[in-house]
């Protein structure tokens, strides 16, 4: 077959090439369209899962559930990235109730999940753990029970866990989560007194501990608690030992310095003086009634006196230090819960005119 000369001298000729086809880049793309349309139907079943066992149809809120002619990235509460996978899925105060189905593991791609201010019952399924891009998690204002699955750890890239308000009894002792982003509000749970159950909730790293009042206080935890092995006691003695090793030094470094000093030279009267000038000095500068004037004599008794006094008051010391930290588990503990975290809000505020005691 002849090509038309028109065709051939036609002046775009020479700039638009002719299509190539490449059997490989169909077959490329028909892969990618298959894998997303197989992960496609694993998270739709995935939201009907979850649907049925949270009796969807008694929601609030249903629009466009379950329409067939509907992509589920419109159904409400839903959000998809370009690719078409579930990256949130917030239904908070939605009327669910029922329990959280284990097919919500199967939306791997998620990062938000806010089931908060529901009736939701059950335990938590440890599939949870399957969601690896998990970042924001609130099932607050439910009635889970039971353990929080250990798999919960697994989840490196959370920023906000919210417990409160359930009927959980164990926590996993995670790693403590960064705060830079939610503050005090980063990790919530019931571990604030008073209780509904026997014993508080066990939470090493919450930032803040709710009780069975709804009230709340932050958990702020110290560099001493933050070290294991490390205790007030611990440094007590090490604070004894060393101010003794201290003295002992500065004892035997003068007793050194004078004995080299007076080497050979006879102990006159005016030396004699001298030294008790100096005693009245340090003695005036300690202050007369102090028991601390022992250390510069040479009475061993005065010594094991002013020894057994300081021990008494770096216990004291210790006493109230360890006092201060306040022990959100414990019964008797002296502390008003005057914060709130609403069940409208992930921001936990303290409330206006309470005071700490």
Excluded at 255 to 273: A, P
Aim: some cysteine; proline content about 4%.
């Amino acid at each position: 077959a002849s090509v038309s000369s028109d065709i051939i001298n036609h002046p775009l000729a020479a700039v638009v090439p002719p299509p190539v086809f490449s059997p490989s880049a169909v077959i490329n793309r028909r892969m990618k369209s298959d894998a997303n349309a197989t992960f496609n139907e694993i998270e739709r079943n995935a939201l009907i899962d979850f649907y049925d066992s949270t009796k969807g149809g008694e929601w609030t809120n249903t629009t466009n559930w379950l329409d067939e002619d509907a992509s589920y990235c419109n159904w409400w509460g839903v959000t998809c990235d370009e690719m078409g996978h579930v990256t949130e899925l917030v239904l908070a105060d939605n009327s669910l109730w029922g329990t959280l189905s284990e097919s919500i593991g199967n939306l791997t791609f998620i990062e938000v999940l806010d089931l908060s201010d529901n009736d939701m019952k059950g335990s938590i399924p440890k599939e949870i753990g399957l969601l690896s891009n998990l970042t924001y998690l609130r099932l607050s204002y439910n009635a889970f029970t039971g353990a929080v699955p250990e798999s919960l750890r697994e989840l490196t890239k959370l920023q906000l866990v919210h417990l409160q308000s359930n009927r959980i009894t164990e926590v996993p002792n995670m790693l403590r989560l960064d705060e830079s982003i939610y503050n005090t509000s980063t990790f919530v749970a019931d571990c604030g007194v008073p209780t509904a159950f026997n014993e508080a909730l066990q939470c090493e790293h919450c930032t803040m501990c709710c009780n069975a009042n709804e009230d709340c206080y932050p958990q702020e935890g110290t560099q001493i608690a933050e070290h294991p092995g490390l205790s007030y006691g611990t440094i007590g003695i090490l604070l004894i030992a060393s101010f003794a090793a201290f003295c002992c030094i500065v004892a035997l470094s003068l007793y050194l310095f004078n004995k080299r000093k007076n080497r050979g030279n006879v102990v006159t009267m005016s030396t004699e003086i001298r030294i008790e000038e100096d005693d009245k000095d340090a003695l005036s500068r300690i202050g007369e009634a102090s028991v601390y004037n022992f250390f510069v004599t040479n009475k061993v008794l005065g010594w094991l006196a002013a020894s057994v006094t300081l021990a008494i008051q770096v216990w004291i010391l210790a006493f109230f230090l360890i006092a201060s930290e306040a022990n959100l588990q414990d019964d008797e503990i002296d502390i008003q819960f005057t914060w709130k975290c609403p069940p409208d809000s992930d921001v936990c505020k303290e409330g206006d005119g309470l005071t700490k005691t």
